[in-house]
T-cell receptor, first 114, second 112 residues
């Protein structure tokens, strides 16, 4: 069964460093998302991406964040200068667009900022 | 803003039924979802219900929706140890192109 994959599974970084989280959505999917979950809190929407541009973003997704689809398969989330409060589980999701109500989620990347 | 609330923990004995409850605030929610997260895995969609439905059954899973009270429940019949996981309630106003709003998740523990 096709699945969304994410790398790395765990990333440890120092405050102020840049990180790039990678996702490979399901191949025929067209809509992509990033969500995050701070430990003990809710899963929160960050950004959605369609047709090579941001479709929607939340208040959390400030200038420190950016997304890119550098090639036909990868979808990345960059955090330019990490803060302690960026420590969270980051989930990538994708949606095929037609005839489906399911956003397929990846296993997540746990980001720890020290 | 939109909010989804669920109790954090539920413990049941193997073979019993589990009922996980969720309340939401946005009356314009069109789609309501239940996701399951096993340790180390992503969020797996278990089932969803449209807001114009009261009930949906899928094998051991029964979803009940009380739109007046904005209350959603997931019943798992004959709960097995493999059902131990975190269950997330989520809502959205549209099908796939609007963000999901999640609850904090209910950790279901099944005792053998």
């Amino acid at each position: 069964e096709p699945e969304v994959t994410q790398t790395p599974s765990h990333q440890v970084t120092q405050m102020g460093q840049e990180v790039i989280l990678r996702c490979v959505p399901i191949s025929n999917h067209l809509y992509f998302y990033w969500y995050r979950q701070i430990l003990g809190q809710k899963v929160e929407f960050l950004v959605s991406f369609y047709n090579n541009e941001i479709s929607e973003k939340s208040e959390i997704f400030d200038d420190q964040f950016s997304v890119e689809r550098p090639d036909g398969s990868n979808f990345t989330l960059k955090i330019r200068s990490t803060k302690l409060e960026d420590s969270a589980m980051y989930f990538c999701a994708s949606w095929v667009v037609r005839d489906s109500y399911e956003q397929y989620f990846g296993p997540g990347t746990r980001l720890t900022v020290t | 803003g939109e909010d989804v609330e669920q109790s954090l923990f539920l413990s049941v004995r193997e073979g019993d039924s589990s009922v996980i409850n969720c309340t939401y605030t946005d009356s314009s929610s069109t789609y309501l979802y239940w996701y399951k997260q096993e340790p180390g895995a992503g969020l797996q969609l278990l089932t969803y219900i449209f807001s114009n439905m009261d009930m949906k059954q899928d094998q051991r899973l029964t979803v009940l929706l009380n739109k007046k009270d904005k209350h959603l429940s997931l019943r798992i019949a004959d709960t097995q140890t493999g059902d131990s996981a975190i269950y997330f309630c989520a809502e959205s106003m549209d099908s796939g192109n609007t963000p999901l709003v999640f609850g904090k998740g209910t950790r279901l523990s099944v005792i053998a």
